[in-house]
């Protein structure tokens, strides 16, 4: 587990624009200086991940925020006394103080304030925003354990071990707009909960186009194996008995090589913590293919269906 010192060691990798990956409640991020553009690049470099792809910014405390956008509106203040600290990114108008890099050069920056008294130590400590995408290569599955970064990751300047992280899958982003919020990546913050503060109002079709969203991205979270879910006739050449199943019920477990069973009692919530690490428990395990039962999509169902639709998406079609 970590202690101030490690802490304080990182905060100091931050401030002189070198990478630490640090744990969240959603999943590990790999954290630079938001403000320090050089810095920031080295985050792309090490993920190998398209400088096309915006990166969210983290803050400590709302005294943070207006350094980072000059939007002024009540909503924001609603939504970060309801939900941070906690797993909701806000899309808003960034400063001129944000470096373009952080955000692709979109007008726009993420922002969210983490859950986890690690990640909020270290960004006091360090001084300044973090900004910080999962600490995964590029495409491949989040980690929601320190051990995970390592695999992906291990010439990261410094990495603070958190144990496993409590929620397990990325936060939600929501955008807004003047008649309403929408939702740009589904997580276990809901589009029901948010909406007992504000509206949804979805933008037309046209409209949406000219947004970056992780949306866009149809295959991500991808794993090294060929991954099936079973809403789908699966291929000829699929076989149980070399194949690993990602479990919700339990039924059906049968005849697999292995099950991975995400929750006793059918809990969504349970679900998502569990997910990725299972899923990379099977990439070491010595199958051939891994298969996924779906989950029914409603409230958090509807984020957990969207990851497993992602990383079965190569092989979908
Ligand atoms: O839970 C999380 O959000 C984790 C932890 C580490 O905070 N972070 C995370 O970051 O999932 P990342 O980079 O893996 O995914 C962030 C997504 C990107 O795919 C990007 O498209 C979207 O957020 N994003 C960031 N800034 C955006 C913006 N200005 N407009 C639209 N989408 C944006
Ligand atoms: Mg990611």
């Not at 920056?109 to 990640?119: E, H, K, L, T």
């Not at 991205?217 to 794993?223: C, G, T």
């Not at 019920?249 to 809990?267: F, P, Q, R, S, W």
Request: charged residues 25%; hydrophobic residues 40%.
């Amino acid at each position: 587990m970590t202690t101030q010192e490690q802490i304080i060691i990182a905060a100091k990798h931050i401030q002189e624009g070198r990478l630490v990956a640090f744990p969240t409640e959603t999943v590990y991020g790999l954290g630079a200086n938001a403000l320090d553009p050089i810095a920031v690049a080295k985050i792309f470099e090490l993920k190998e991940r398209p400088t096309f792809d915006p990166l969210i910014v983290h803050i400590a405390s709302i005294e943070d925020l207006p350094q980072l956008t000059s939007f002024k509106d009540n909503r924001v203040t609603l939504l970060a006394d309801k939900f941070w600290p906690g797993p909701l990114t806000i899309i808003l108008p960034k400063s001129d103080l944000v470096p373009d890099i952080v955000t692709s050069g979109l007008e726009t920056v993420g922002i969210r304030m983490p859950d986890n008294p690690i990640a909020l130590e270290l960004i006091r400590q360090s001084g300044c925003p973090i900004a910080a995408p999962s600490a995964n290569k590029f495409g491949q599955v989040s980690p929601t354990k320190a051990k995970h970064v390592r695999k992906q990751l291990p010439d990261v300047d410094y990495l603070l071990d958190g144990g496993s992280t409590k929620v397990g899958i990325e936060s939600t982003i929501i955008s807004l707009n003047e008649k309403g919020f929408e939702i740009l990546r589904h997580g276990v913050i809901t589009r029901e909960e948010i909406e007992q503060l504000i509206p949804y109002f979805s933008l037309d079709e046209n409209n949406k186009k000219n947004i970056v969203s992780p949306g866009m991205l149809k295959s991500h979270y991808s794993p090294n194996k060929p991954m099936y879910i079973l809403d789908k006739k699966l291929p000829e050449h699929f076989d149980k008995a070399k194949a690993g199943l990602l479990s919700f019920t339990g039924n059906d477990c049968a005849d697999y090589k292995i099950v991975e069973l995400l929750t006793d009692n059918k809990d969504l919530r349970t679900c998502a913590v569990n997910l990725f690490a299972a899923i990379h428990r099977l990439e070491e395990a010595d199958i051939e293919y891994i298969a996924a039962e779906p989950v029914p999509e409603m409230g958090i169902g509807i984020a957990i269906m969207d990851k497993l639709r992602k990383a079965a998406y190569r092989y979908s079609n």
